[in-house]
């Protein structure tokens, strides 16, 4: 009997990856003895497999012919030096295995019985010093969270082949359920919620207590058969639900708000300007907030997110669904509505990076196919924050060095875009090495639906059983497509994936800070394949009008998705045991809260549930009918005949005691302008801010998406020539016959929440709409997102900065929402990640506050679509927008190792007057090229648009409109703002533009009452040349040198 195959590449074939991995030992473990390393694929099998079968499916299925071998049953090779095999840990899902037990059934024309479980064998060959293995394995080769290893050395290789076991699992647990009392003790209290990671607080422990100690609650509960104690199965379902990750408590929280900084006056204005010249000056946008005495806010998600939308809403028709939903939803026509979601996967990705980001893209995925009535994921966006790749330092316990995150991280978001058809099409990465403790990880969708969809309230009206996928099934009766319509008495489908241990804490789990004794069962691992045949499948539902709503299980699983769907139904009856398992040993409160990936929960009307079940056996998806909504008022959950949860959905969903928290800002008289000489060679600056990590090319993480897949690509990741130029924002074409598009941005700038994170926030959004108007984005069809990702924020003996963190949330809330209402700009969805922190012993790594806002909108017509490359030799650059003297935060600063203390300030008015003429110039058809100025500012704005078309430019300086820290215009050379200031400086507002010589007249008309300036032309000749303020030859500098050193930070 066999139960091993192996198979590898033949000794004459490259491997690319091994001789990587060889060159990485050689280079990082000091192994210049180690000669060669090989990898071998391996198939384990659960079942006993007869010779000939073992044999016809290593031949026929397992390996190719042309370029592999294979052993059945016996080792491939034995001439090695050591070797280590890897595979996953028990319980880990394994879609490769899967997909190999699936396919093994066909070719054996009969099912497995057992599973399939792959390995992979990697082969040293040379000088091995077995004492290196442990690190090479753990530090290289795997991730101890998910996966095992074992090592071998070649003599002992008869005595490893006995020995081996396959990763089976499974638990002595008989699906028991325990009552957990609740003491008086509040020290227990603590201890309780700790032992069980409910991350619940001890206030609400006991509000959970004197729920059950109720008199009605309790008489109702001896009618079940239940104890006056919760179960197991209730505490767990209540601290899901109670989550901060997922009620959101800290942006609901009242917070006694305090502003220490004096209130600016006139007089003391003058006075700040004489004295202290060289200090933060605070702008006059913020001096309503400056107060000594306290302001209690009442939730900073109703005061300051959702009361903007709601000042906007009115004047925005294309708003159809915001704040309700998985996603916010918009109308870009009278037939189509785009779904959008933004969501974050820091903890999971810390743990095991590729596991992690898989995940969190596939979740965001499920987000838009589980609003309204369901849309069509199109494009995917990434955003990612790491520690530098190249760092050196220590790596505390259970962190892993930051070149590993990006490179599972990158990997994980590449698999889930790539396998499940969805492009990528917009993203960045931003480096800090205070993300050393947790990444950030903003996965984001857009998704597409028809405006209406067959109603399933409608009767059936098909000619034939077989007809399931037809869009007449109801007779032509259709709804809207951005609500839900399940009631009571429809039934609860679970859809997709089976459940297993795999992400059961999750919710709870992403609303701490990561430690040591954070638990590996949080980690999941996606499946992108079965998450498309779900996809599909439930498309085709909602086109058949086979189900009235449905959401994802995402974060909490099933106690997430059947209770808040039960909340708006009026109630729920389920029955776990009824839940498909991937093993079994699962205790019932596992069932609820596993967060087992690629499942949907749908309602399903009764009447169409039989038809809902035969369409799932077309698509290859499981489908199991586990319940109904009912109009009790209560989640009730079953396990066989036993009733094992018996929840009231007003104390389930509302019942968390509200939080009560300090928030505290005071200046930070440390900060100042750095004395920096003016460099004396400022084409050496220039070159090596284009290549600092935050602004370099990023084009080989790029070309491994796939943002063509579905051909919708109007502007790319990248543009130009030879698409090597930095795009702004997507533009993409979802319906072919039709002219407009949907543009995608974001803006992203934590550094300046280092100086004032009111500004920040200011920025940020700046950044996100220069970004969208640049590539011809619509400013009156849009809407934004906000990710709010923070440290810690609640002041304790271990988090004595929290009321200034908290005080940081605060103001980004201010500035974001101030904003929003100058550039009529609603906000459609969010998310708030907390405790972005890691503690262990005295170590505490905390992420700077971090703000990311992503924009989408429509452009009208994707031919009057602009890049940001140059078109033509000839044309005229303009610069649009005024470059001030305020570097704090700036990637020139950084780059001198300051940080300056003058933070970029947003003209509001201004600015939205400078966009709104330019949107105008562009469907003109005025605008060749355009392209924001953010990081490194007008110097390396003008070099990427250079890089990108491969043309040169020749530039002035004095041509820049420029005003100087005191508020002046220069009036002659003698005023005019450093070189290196124009040239670096980050204020916001600014666009690089060229314009055909013709359009020159109507051009300026068109930006009439707005700041701008001809500073110079393209160039055929490939050189920028950068004419100074003062004498002197000007700076020139080849295209070529600029592209290089713009390439050659990120290479891998």
């Known amino acids: 009997m066999v139960r091993r195959i192996e198979v590898s590449l033949g000794t004459s074939f490259k491997d690319a990856a091994a001789d990587a991995l060889l060159e990485r030992l050689k280079t990082d473990f000091g192994m210049s003895g180690l000669q060669t390393v090989r990898r071998a694929e391996v198939y384990s099998f659960e079942e006993d497999l007869e010779p000939s079968d073992a044999q016809k499916l290593a031949a026929e299925l397992l390996s190719d012919p042309v370029n592999q071998h294979y052993s059945v049953g016996e080792p491939l090779v034995s001439d090695f030096t050591y070797a280590i095999e890897v595979g996953l840990r028990p319980g880990v899902k394994d879609n490769v295995g899967e997909t190999a037990q699936a396919a093994a059934g066909d070719v054996l024309g009969r099912p497995l019985q057992g599973h399939v479980f792959t390995s992979m064998l990697f082969l040293f060959y040379g000088e091995f010093l077995p004492e290196k293995a442990q690190a090479l394995a753990e530090g290289v080769l795997c991730n101890p969270l998910i996966q095992r290893w074992k090592g071998f050395a070649a003599a002992g290789i008869s005595s490893y082949y006995a020995s081996l076991d396959l990763p089976i699992a499974g638990a002595s647990n008989k699906g028991s359920v325990f009552e957990i009392p609740l003491p008086a003790d509040e020290a227990e209290l603590e201890r309780i919620s700790k032992r069980r990671l409910l991350a619940l607080s001890v206030d609400e422990m006991k509000a959970i207590r004197a729920h059950y100690q109720e008199p009605d609650v309790r008489a109702a509960r001896a009618k079940l058969g239940l104890s006056i104690h919760p179960t197991d199965v209730e505490l767990e379902a209540i601290a899901q639900t109670w989550s901060e990750h997922c009620k959101h408590k800290i942006f609901n929280a009242d917070i006694a708000y305090v502003d220490k900084t004096e209130k600016t006056t006139e007089k003391k204005t003058e006075k700040t300007k004489d004295k202290k010249k060289n200090k933060q000056s605070k702008s006059s946008a913020s001096a309503h907030s400056l107060s000594s005495s306290p302001k209690v806010i009442h939730s900073l998600f109703k005061t300051y997110i959702r009361a903007t939308t709601e000042s906007i809403h009115a004047a925005q028709p294309y708003l159809l669904s915001v704040f309700t939903d998985n996603a916010g939803i918009l109308a870009m026509d009278d037939t189509w509505a785009l779904a959008i979601k933004v969501e974050t996967h820091n903890t999971p990705s810390a743990l095991d990076p590729y596991g992690g980001a898989l995940t969190g893209i596939l979740g965001v995925n499920r987000d838009v196919l589980g609003a309204g009535m369901g849309a069509k994921p199109v494009f995917n966006t990434d955003i990612f924050c790491f520690a530098d790749p190249n760092y050196a330092g220590t790596i505390p316990p259970r962190l892993l060095h930051p070149r590993r995150v990006f490179e599972g991280v990158r990997a994980g978001v590449e698999r889930g875009g790539n396998a499940s058809g969805i492009p990528t099409v917009n993203g960045s990465i931003y480096f800090d090495n205070r993300y050393l403790g947790k990444p950030l990880v903003y996965c984001g969708t857009g998704g597409l639906m028809p405006r209406k969809v067959p109603d399933p309230r409608a009767p059936n009206q098909r000619a034939s059983q077989g007809d399931l996928d037809a869009s007449s099934s109801t007779g032509g009766v259709v709804c809207v497509s951005h609500l839900k319509y399940h009631k009571a008495g429809d039934r609860i489908f679970m859809v997709g994936g089976r459940v297993g241990k795999d992400g059961i804490h999750g919710a709870t789990f992403s609303s701490e800070g990561l430690h040591e004794g954070s638990p590996t069962s949080a980690v999941q691992l996606g499946d992108p394949i079965t998450q498309k045949n779900v996809l599909d499948f439930l498309l085709a539902s909602r086109d058949a009008g086979l189900h009235s709503g449905l959401t994802d299980d995402g974060a909490g699983g099933l106690s997430s998705s059947v209770g808040e769907m039960a909340n708006d139904a009026g109630g729920a009856l389920i029955h776990l045991e009824r839940c498909p398992l991937k093993y079994p040993g699962l205790d019932p409160w596992e069932i609820l809260l ?68 300090e928030a505290e800002w005071s200046e930070d008289e440390g900060l100042e302008e750095p004395d920096l000489e003016l460099p004396s060679d400022l084409k050496v600056e220039l070159l090596a801010l284009l290549a600092r990590p935050n602004i370099c090319s990023k084009e080989s993480v790029i070309r491994q998406y796939d943002h063509e897949v579905q051909g919708m690509s109007v502007i790319k990741p990248l543009c130009g020539a030879s698409a090597s130029g930095p795009s702004d924002a997507a533009v993409l074409q979802p319906i072919p016959d039709l002219s407009w598009g949907v543009v995608a941005s974001h803006g992203l700038c934590p550094r300046f929440s280092d100086l004032d994170p009111y500004h920040m926030a200011m920025l940020a959004l700046d950044e996100a709409v220069r970004n969208y108007v640049a590539a011809g984005g619509d400013p009156a069809c849009w809407g934004a997102l906000d990710n709010f990702c923070w440290p810690d924020p609640i002041v304790s003996s271990k988090n004595p900065d929290g009321k200034r963190k908290l005080a940081a949330l605060v103001r980004t809330c201010q500035g974001l929402s101030e904003a929003c209402k100058a550039y009529a700009l609603p906000l459609v969805s969010g998310k708030d990640s907390m405790k972005n922190d890691y503690a262990h012993g005295s170590i505490r790594i905390s992420v700077p506050p971090t703000l990311l806002v992503s924009l989408v909108g429509r452009i009208d017509d994707v031919e009057r679509a602009v890049a940001s490359d140059f078109k033509k030799a ?27 203390a003058r933070v970029p300030q947003v003209d509001l008015k201004a600015n939205k007057a400078l966009y709104h003429a330019l949107h105008a110039a562009m469907t003109d058809g005025l605008v060749a090229s355009a392209h924001d100025c953010s990081d490194g500012g007008l110097g390396v704005a003008l070099a990427e648009c250079c890089i990108g078309s491969g043309f040169g430019a020749s530039v002035k300086l004095t041509q820049v409109p420029q005003r100087a820290e005191d508020g002046a215009s220069p ?49 055929e000749n490939a050189e920028l040349r950068i004419e100074g303020t003062r004498s002197g030859a000007p700076m020139s500098v080849p295209v070529g040198d600029l592209k290089s050193a713009h390439q050659r930070t990120i290479t891998w």
Not at 610 to 618: N, T
């Open 594 to 661: 596993s967060e087992s990936q690629e499942r949907m929960t749908v309602a399903v009307p009764a009447d169409k549930a039989g038809d809902f079940a035969a369409l799932a056996v077309r698509f290859g998806v499981e489908a199991t009918d586990i319940g109904e909504f009912e109009s009790s008022g209560f989640l009730q959950v079953r396990y066989h005949s036993q009733v094992v949860a018996h929840l009231d959905l007003k104390f389930l969903h509302n019942g968390v005691p509200k939080m009560h928290l």
């Open 874 to 900: 000839g044309d005229l650059i303009y610069v649009l927008g005024t470059t001030k003297d305020e570097l704090g935060g700036s990637e020139y600063y950084a780059l001198h190792e300051c940080l300056g």
């Open 971 to 1019: 009036s002659g050379p003698s005023s005019f703002l450093r070189d290196d200031k124009i040239l670096f400086s980050e204020s916001a507002g600014r666009f690089v533009v060229s314009v055909r010589p013709e359009n020159k007249a109507k051009f300026e008309k068109a930006m009439e009452g707005t700041a701008f300036a001809v500073i110079g032309e393209v160039l």
